[in-house]
C-alpha cells in the first residue's frame, strides 16, 4: 500500500522559512515523479512544484521559482520543499503526490498524479 506522510508544516511569521518532507512508502520511489501542491480555503488545488526521478530536473509554480526548493533523496525516499521568504498568500494545506514516470519528465497536473499524503497545514502570519 502506498503511502505519502507529509511532515514539518506549522506556524511561521511572514519572512520565514519551513521545510516540508514528504516520506514515502510502498511504491519505488526512484521510479517515481515527486510533486508538491497546495490548497488555500476556498481555492483550488495549486502546483508548487515537480521533481524529476532522478532530481536533475524540477518545475515550480508560477512566483514561486526563487523561493521554494524542491529536492529528493531517493535513498531515503523522501522529497523535500524548502520554502523560504514566505508570505500570508503562502498560507495552506501543503500536499505531496507521486506516480511513475520516465525518467527526465516532471508532472504539474494533480489529476496526473495517482498518490496523494494527507496534507499539512502552513499558516503564515503577518
Known amino acids: 500500500q502506498v503511502q505519502l506522510v507529509e511532515s514539518g508544516g506549522g506556524l511561521v511569521q511572514a519572512g520565514g522559512s519551513l521545510r516540508l518532507s514528504c516520506a514515502a512508502s510502498?511504491?519505488?520511489?526512484?521510479?517515481?515523479?515527486m510533486g508538491w501542491f497546495r490548497q488555500a480555503p476556498g481555492k483550488e488545488r495549486e502546483f508548487v512544484a515537480s521533481?524529476?526521478?532522478?532530481?536533475?530536473?524540477?518545475e515550480y509554480g508560477d512566483s514561486l521559482k526563487g523561493r521554494f526548493t524542491i529536492s529528493r533523496d531517493n535513498a531515503k525516499s523522501t522529497v523535500y520543499l524548502q520554502m523560504n521568504s514566505l508570505k500570508p498568500e503562502d498560507a495552506a494545506v501543503y500536499y505531496c503526490?507521486?506516480?511513475?514516470?520516465?525518467?527526465?519528465?516532471?508532472?504539474?497536473?494533480?489529476?496526473?498524479?495517482?498518490?496523494w499524503g494527507q496534507g499539512t497545514q502552513v499558516t503564515v502570519s503577518s
Open positions: 510502498g511504491l519505488a520511489f526512484s521510479a517515481s515523479v
Open positions: 521533481i524529476s526521478r532522478s532530481g536533475l530536473r524540477t
Open positions: 503526490a507521486s506516480d511513475w514516470a520516465p525518467g527526465g519528465i516532471v508532472i504539474i497536473t494533480a489529476t496526473q498524479y495517482h498518490y
